[in-house]
Every structure is written in structure tokens, then in C-alpha cells.
């Protein structure tokens, strides 16, 4: 366990070495880290955020700092090199003191080097696990190789609270599926936004007249399991009497070419899009009405913290979203700009529709309320949280960071 964040003098700002488990020069989510860290720094920490590139050596992205290590594409080899060389660079680097924040793929390599660590360095580092997420897709079809790693993750989210200093997670409803202890939990910080990207968007928007449809938008990633299929279907159905909206699909996954052959079928209703770059996000946000979010009742999407709610919201657009923990934990029952779908089924989702359409002339009063409570689902919060953590944990950071 960690003793001291800070050097004798008192005056050095607490370091932190954050290992990404993914090249956030490519991440669809990379703003978790980049912005989270960007934040982190204003606050006092040092942070070096460490990823995995083909081009090792450290770059900015999006104005972020980033150092990348570079590993082959084989599989098990890729992560114990990596791991290797994030070790040598942290040992190089002479940091007798700070924390170590990681993620399950990263666990296994954490826990030797902290075995080691204690024996050979003999360096002051306190460990802390964070889970953002549980496994996704559906195991039946899945490959050897991403059947392992995902029984690999999975066996260190339920065990990281027993091997490490400390647990974070991205919402309440994980620590509890993962059983943390309460003293081991030390932080719990959701996904977030930046308001600032999505200021412009209320301004451009134009609420659709007596005769123009409504424009649904559903932007991000297009995996099977997040029933955006059924959406598509749910959207025809309320349309068969006439054409009151049409829903907008922006992103990929593994559930991109039903999607898109769908959308083929009914292009008066359906538009498909790739996937665009983030800063083109608040754009599509600003042309639409209404953000999607169709998710199904499972355990894996109840204990998530869904991103683009936030973006959602931000932009200043009304929300339909499926009645779960992860969109009730955000917006209360009564909340005037979330329109409910009891159910992830197509007469579910119908129903809903048919309250935005009694709604249509009120979407733009609406909208104005969404951004109120912002704040409190930013990055900023989020560093926030992570910063109070580790220092309620580690007291000696006190008076060392700027909350």
C-alpha cells in the first residue's frame, strides 16, 4: 500500500500512470481517457496516459498528451510486451511515489509487477482497478481467442477488489453486480461530455413544422445486442399511417450490414450513416430531434453508463430511452424530456413514439430543459471523483491538488 504521493519537500504534484487497454488514437471512446485526463491535469495531477500504437513515442491527441508504446499484432504476445515496455518506462522514469489506474486487461501483468515490485523495487505504488464496462456480445459465436480474453476479464472484474489497493467503476449498479467491498471501492465516476462542443447545437436545431416528420437520431456503436434492429422496426410501424418521423443511424458494429440493408428497404423512413469522426458529432446532433436509446433489460446494459445519453442531453435534445437502471439512475421518472419505453420491444417503442408525436409541437420547450442538471454528468465531474477518491484513500495527496 501506498505511503506517500508527494516527495519530502511536499511541493511535487501526485503522479498517476493510467494504462489505457486500447489505441486512443482510434477509440470510439477515447475521450474516457483523454478527457478525464485533461481535467485530472488541471486539478495538480501528473498524469501519464499510456496506450498502445504502432508508432511508439508520445503525441497530443485532441490537445492530450499521450505516450504510446508499440506491440505486435499476436495474440497473448501483444499484451506482455506492451506490459513489459510500460514497466521499463515506469522504473526508467525514477517515480518513487504514485498511483497505478488500469483496467482488467491490464490485471494480470499489474499483479506480477506489483509482486515484483514489492521485492525487488521496492517502489511506493499503490494499485487501483477501474471496470468500465462487461462483456458485450453474445458468446456463442465468438472466437477462440476473444473467448479467452473475455474469460479472462471477466474473471479479474470479480476478483481485482481482492489483489489490488483499490476498485473504481463507471456506475453504483457495477460495484454492486461485482460485489466490491465498500472499503475497496474508491470511486465511482459514470461517462461524461463537454458541454462546450455541444453549446451550438440548440442554435442551429429547427423543430419540425405541422407537416415535416420528426428526425430520430441513434449515434454510436452498432453492436447486435443494443436492439437498434427493433428500433428500425418500431419506427416503420408508427409510420404506417403516415410519415411522422424518421430516424437517422450514425456509427458501426458487428449488426452494421442488417442495419444498413434495412434501411435500403425503407429509405423514406431509415437513413444509415458510418461512422464520422467525434468532431462532427454535435453537427448530426444539431440536425436531429429526439436522441434514441432502444437498450434491452440485461445486466450488461443496466450497470453501464451510456455516453451518448450525455451527448444527448448536452446538444439540448429530448431523449426516448428504454426503462432501465442506467437511464433512471440519470433521469428521474418525471423528467419532462425523456419519453419512456416500458419494454425493448417494437409495441414498446411504438408506444413511445406515439407520446413524441402528441408532443410535437412542445419539443422545442422541451429541449430547453435538458441541459440543467449537465453538469453534474460532465468529464470534469468525473476527474472530480476519481481525484477526491485517491484522495480520501491516500490522505497525503491533500493539499496537493486543486479541487
Known amino acids: 500500500m501506498m505511503n ?31 478527457e478525464t485526463t485533461r481535467y485530472l491535469r488541471e486539478m495538480g495531477w501528473v498524469v501519464h496516459l499510456l496506450s498502445s500504437n504502432p508508432q511508439q513515442g508520445e503525441r497530443e491527441v485532441r490537445g492530450v498528451k499521450v505516450r504510446y508504446f508499440a506491440k505486435p499484432n499476436i495474440f497473448f ?56 464496462t462487461l462483456p458485450m456480445e453474445p458468446e456463442a459465436n465468438l472466437a477462440l481467442g476473444t473467448k479467452l480474453r473475455r474469460k479472462y476479464v471477466t474473471f479479474c472484474s470479480q476478483h481485482g477488489a481482492e489483489w489490488f489497493d483499490g476498485r473504481m467503476v463507471i456506475t453504483p449498479a457495477m460495484a454492486e453486480v461485482l460485489g466490491i467491498p465498500e472499503e475497496k471501492l474508491w470511486a465511482t465516476w459514470s461517462s461524461g461530455v463537454v458541454p462546450e462542443l455541444f453549446a451550438d447545437c440548440a442554435d442551429f436545431r429547427q423543430f419540425p413544422q405541422e407537416a415535416e416528420p420528426i428526425i430520430l437520431i441513434y449515434i454510436g456503436c452498432m453492436h447486435v445486442e443494443r436492439n437498434l434492429l427493433t428500433m428500425c422496426e418500431a419506427v416503420v410501424g408508427a409510420n404506417e399511417k403516415q410519415q411522422c418521423f424518421k430516424l437517422v443511424l450514425v456509427g458501426e458494429g458487428n449488426d452494421e450490414e442488417r442495419l444498413r440493408d434495412y434501411a435500403e428497404q425503407h429509405p423514406d423512413t431509415i437513413q444509415f450513416h458510418g461512422s464520422v469522426p467525434s468532431t462532427e458529432i454535435p453537427a448530426w446532433l444539431a440536425k436531429a430531434h429526439v436522441g434514441m436509446l432502444p437498450f434491452p433489460d440485461e445486466e450488461k446494459f443496466r450497470v453501464s453508463s451510456p455516453l451518448k ?54 419539443l422545442a420547450v422541451i429541449a430547453k430543459l435538458t441541459t440543467e442538471n449537465i453538469d453534474q454528468w460532465t468529464w470534469r465531474h468525473s476527474a472530480e471523483q476519481i481525484s477526491v477518491g485517491l484522495s480520501r484513500h491516500l490522505p497525503c495527496v491533500n493539499g496537493g491538488i486543486n479541487e
Open 4 to 34: 506517500s504521493q508527494r516527495e519530502t519537500s511536499g511541493q511535487t504534484k501526485p503522479v498517476m500512470y493510467w494504462i489505457a487497454d486500447n489505441d486512443l488514437s482510434q477509440s470510439l471512446h477515447a475521450g474516457t481517457w483523454l
Open 77 to 132: 504476445i501483444q499484451q506482455m510486451l506492451y506490459h513489459w515496455k510500460i514497466w521499463r518506462w515506469m522504473l526508467t522514469a525514477k517515480k518513487t511515489s504514485a498511483t497505478v489506474l488500469f483496467h482488467e486487461m491490464s490485471a494480470g501483468w499489474m499483479l506480477l509487477f506489483q509482486w515484483l515490485n514489492r521485492f525487488l523495487w521496492k517502489r511506493d505504488y499503490t494499485f487501483v482497478m477501474d471496470t468500465r
Open 309 to 362: 445519453l450525455f451527448e444527448y442531453l448536452a446538444a439540448g435534445m429530448p431523449v426516448m430511452a428504454t426503462h432501465i437502471r442506467c437511464h433512471t439512475d440519470v433521469m428521474p421518472e418525471d423528467a419532462p424530456y425523456v419519453f419512456w419505453a416500458y419494454g425493448a420491444d417494437s409495441a414498446a417503442l411504438q408506444q413511445a413514439l406515439k407520446h413524441i408525436e402528441k408532443k410535437k409541437e412542445d
